[in-house]
């Protein structure tokens, strides 16, 4: 075992790093083969974070990292340890309700993923042993079982097909849970297996565990008594991924070869990690000025009061004890540096972090209870999985979004066709023997038609050239067309028992356009196709060869044989890909149909065919035989063979199909793009049709320029893929960046510029190349160049990726300079990892599942409900929670100034300013309740304005409303009230026969007075920042104010038993019997708030007109500075009330 562990150390076991063997069955090997039993994981699935055991210790740990955490930790022990003038309990129990709600909260998520693993773990497999079918749970799954899985299951690990219960040895899946298609997919056995499973020999030999769904590469050793094994070549096709569902086929019997942790599926799940919003980074940079003010004031104190002794005589009232007189000077002068922070600590506001976790927790209702979220067909609305990232809603720079399920409904529909130059278009209520509906030509008359012969031939291609499938199914109007119903009434009533599944969501719909004009395709048995024509006769054709589509060739062909004997060659693709291999006389009079629907946001395919004569039928078989056969380079083998084959076509046609769009998609692609953000489309799906999405989403027009970064283009020119993947990068980072004019200020789009609209396009396999080249400084140097390119181009769009890809894109543009917030949407499994890796997450209640809405923070129904949790939502949580976290610093800044000022007055005695229930009890009662209700219900614009104009939400990007600028403005505002009440008070205090019997007020008059002026103060300064009032507004401003005054004569009107010290005995009271107090109170709160309202008095106009005007500049969009449409947002009076669309 020793040798073992160094060999693995040290490299000694690099040959069994690369592969693994698996033994099918768990049966040994014949006895000229060495046997060492591999060790595997089991199949469980943990996503939880904590245990048990951990919670605790983890979970402190975490908390603690928060600097206000750690910091009253500290304190709380300084106050038990030393002898300070303030209670423990003051410091310790606001510390102890915040830790105890967080640990609550975060143990009842993970208490959540808990339980969906073990749902996960116990779910009950069938596992073939010895011949008995013996039912598990799926935890104790081990690589070599053979499972059993049936129709409509989800496969519980990575299995090896060996067995299906087709008879051509197939089964179809559905992989919408990993890559967000929901089309059907045909996988094949690894070999036509004889004997019954439970008899059979073999091993199998793979390579080691890797997150890339389309590939996979293996070996099967199949063992026949004592002849050589039988090797047979395994790809992609022979494996079924975890997460996928086995669709069409009754059952199916699989080895495991990959389990738990190990399987593709886990290894593209991301980790939930804990996030922060921007805000609470604003925060913890603000409490460290804070701390910065704190120690300094109390290491000033500390100085002052040992240089004040040396001046002054120990007075004869307050002697030192012998304790004190022999304790060591420097620890009595540390103890008073440390008593002098219990003092001033209430500068770091503790409750602001209670008031903050309840804002965000009671103002994520509001999102749930909006009834423009609800959704009718399904009786839900929004969820918000995570309360605490609300405010980064509103701070949104890049939105990454799916494709499948999340932009488009993924349910295609057949618009038009185009006949040898002549246009074809569908018209209810038409004949469908007539023919079709014709309108004009490109060169023809109007009413002008191909010839019948080559409509039949169309039609026939397009019954012909696909891989769909016939299902049979109950539900007699249901086609299953990519796992979503879609009726058919043109069908008659014996083809409406039947459904279709296909390779492709756009097959289908072929299939249906042809079926509209009276070529039906009844199915495919025993490789004979066969299709109803116009006459209701039956052609039958045999099936001979697909040539499978494949993103770098962008076409499909088959060949058939029909009982005429002659054998034809169906072809159908992307028009790029079709004209360089027809007859160019036949081109042009397509191509204009082809633009026209381009332009329109359709998926356009052309159609062609040819005639292979017996000759040249022989040798491709042949060719394609042996090149599938190959071990080695099958897929450029492959590659050969089909562009031999596919030339000197003839043009037939083409077609539009409408991909349809999520109900105001284009819409919201619009306000986002409006409101300042980058839009960039991450999907798995093929690039034409994830390029027609983007036109029909409106990220792509006409007039943008696209700069594509594919295999396709890496392979143009002859060169390596590398020396060409660094001429492309350099070639558009001069014409996106070098080339480009200066953005403007203000201007954060590209496409704000005229004429540079770029967008930029690149496949899974070319950012593998960029993200990972050979050496570390190229790599750096694409990484760069990649980010420049793309935040200049008005989106981009990612096509072929890869769920784990998808994280990776997110993740570099998170990381990239200026650390720009970003947002992810989708609905899908394969979504997840870059739904946990982006600042906020977005899951779509969708029809592929609902992974993705589990692992978001916040889950929406549709797409278009995205445009109002952002500029609505995102837009007034940011505006409140900025506003609550600088008046909280305000409010305590003004709150220990006076106090801080009085210890010049008394000897640096550490002398409380305020009674101990007046510390308490300031930012828990007296303060706590306005700003918690103005940061739940302030509405500064109307929601209507702000869906109306996207644009307001620039003005709050970038966090402006907590940048240091703001900041130091707040806390000059606090210095200086504080200053104001100090001195204004002294002021008063000059003459202290204040009351009419001539008695004088002492220090808890002086105390309570400052306190009185500053309760108000502070509470009408809201008053006059908010601008949307409700009832319950009212209700707490002036309730507060109220409980203030029966508080204080409430506590000092009575005598308590258990207070050593009555110091507000009548203080209060007879506060209140000075006219001297009652005028200061009132000229003190006057004079603090008279400089605010009088400079927005004298720089903002008011009444009607300056109303009308500023509803006129919003609606076109007026030009303001950034400055002028921000200053309201953050120093707000009630004379912006009148400027101010509500």
Known sequence: MLRRTLNRWFGGDEGRVDNRTIYVGHKSCPPNEAFIPPKFCDNRIVSSKYTVWNFLPKNLFEQFRRIANFYFLIIFLVQVIVDTPTSPVTSGLPLFFVITVTAIKQGYEDWLRHKADREVNEYLVTVLEDGQRIRKQSAKIKVGDILEVEEDETFPCDLILLKSSREDGTCFVTTASLDGESNHKTHYTASDIESELHCISATIECEQPQPDLYKFAGRMHIYIDSEEPDVRSLGPENLLLKGANLKNTQKICGVAVYTGMETKMALNYQGKSQKRSAVEKSINAFLLVYLFILVSKAFVCTTLKYVWQTKHDEPWYNEKTV????????????????????????????????????????????????????????????????????????????????????????????????IDGFQYKHREGASELDGFCVTDGPV???????????????????????????????NHNLDQVDGLGVHEEVLDSPQKEKGFIASSPDEIALVKGAMRYGFTFLGLESKEMKILNRNKDVETYELLHVLNFDPVRRRMSVMVRPKTGEILLFCKGADSSIFPRVKQNEVESIRTHVERNAIDGYRTLCVAYKLLSAEEYAKVDADLREARLALQDRDEKLMAVYNQVETEMTLIGATAVEDQLQEEAAQTMEALQGAGMKVWVLTGDKMETAKSTCYACGLFTKHTELLELTLRTLEDGGRRREERLHDLMSEYHKKAVQDAPPVKSGITRSWSVAGNDYGFIIDGASLSMVLS??????????????????????????????????????????????????????????????????????????????????????????????????????????????????????????????????????????????????????????????????????????????????????????????????????TALGIFHGLVFFFGVRFLFSNPALQDNGQVFGNWSYGTIVFTVLVFTVTLKLSLDTRHWTWINHFVIWGSLAFYVFFSFFWGGIIWPFLKHQRLYFVFANMLSSVSAWLVIILLILLSLLPEILLVVLRKPRGPHARKKKRVESSVGGPQSPQSSARPLLMRTFSDESNTVI
């Open 444 to 474: 023809n008359k109007i009413q002008q038609k191909a010839g019948r012969e080559k409509e039949e031939l169309f039609l026939r291609a397009l019954c012909l050239c696909h891989t769909v499938k016939v299902k049979e199914s109950t």
């Open 773 to 970: 080249t050979s050496s570390e400084s190229n790599s750096n140097c694409y990484k760069k160049l990649f980010l420049e390119i793309c935040k200049n181009c008005t989106a981009v769009l990612c096509c072929r990726m890869a769920p784990l890809q998808k994280a990776q894109i997110v993740r570099l543009v998170k990381n990239s300079e200026g650390s720009p917030i970003t947002l992810s949407i989708g609905d899908g499994a394969n979504d997840v990892s870059m739904i946990l890796e982006a600042h906020v997450g977005i899951g779509i209640k969708g029809k592929e599942g609902r992974q993705a809405a589990k692992n978001s923070d916040y889950a929406i129904i549709k797409l278009k409900h995205l445009k109002k949790l952002l500029l609505a939502h995102g837009h007034l949580y940011y505006v409140r929670i900025a506003h609550l976290v600088q008046y909280f610093f305000y409010k305590n800044l003004c709150f220990i100034l006076p106090q801080f000022l009085y210890q010049f007055f008394c000897g640096f005695s550490q002398q409380p300013l305020y009674d101990a229930a007046y510390l308490t009890m300031y930012n828990i009662c007296f303060t706590s309740m306005p700003i918690l209700a103005y940061s739940l219900l302030e509405q500064h614009i109307c929601i209507e304005v702000l869906l109306e104009n996207s644009t307001l939400y620039r003005e709050i990007a970038k966090n402006a409303m907590l940048r240091w600028k703001l900041f130091l403005y707040w």
């Open 323 to 418: 304790k004190e007189k022999d304790t060591n000077q420097y620890l009595k002068m540390f103890t008073d540096f440390l008593s002098f922070m219990v003092l001033f600590n209430f500068i770091i506001p503790v409750s602001m972090y209670v008031t903050v976790e309840m804002q965000k927790f009671l103002g994520s209702f509001f999102i749930t209870w909006d009834k423009d979220f609800y959704d009718a067909e399904i009786n839900e609305g929004a969820l918000v999985n995570t309360s605490d990232l609300n405010e980064e809603l509103g701070q949104v720079e890049y939105v990454f979004t799916d494709k499948t399920g999340t932009l488009t409904q993924n349910n295609m529909e057949f618009i038009e066709c185009c």
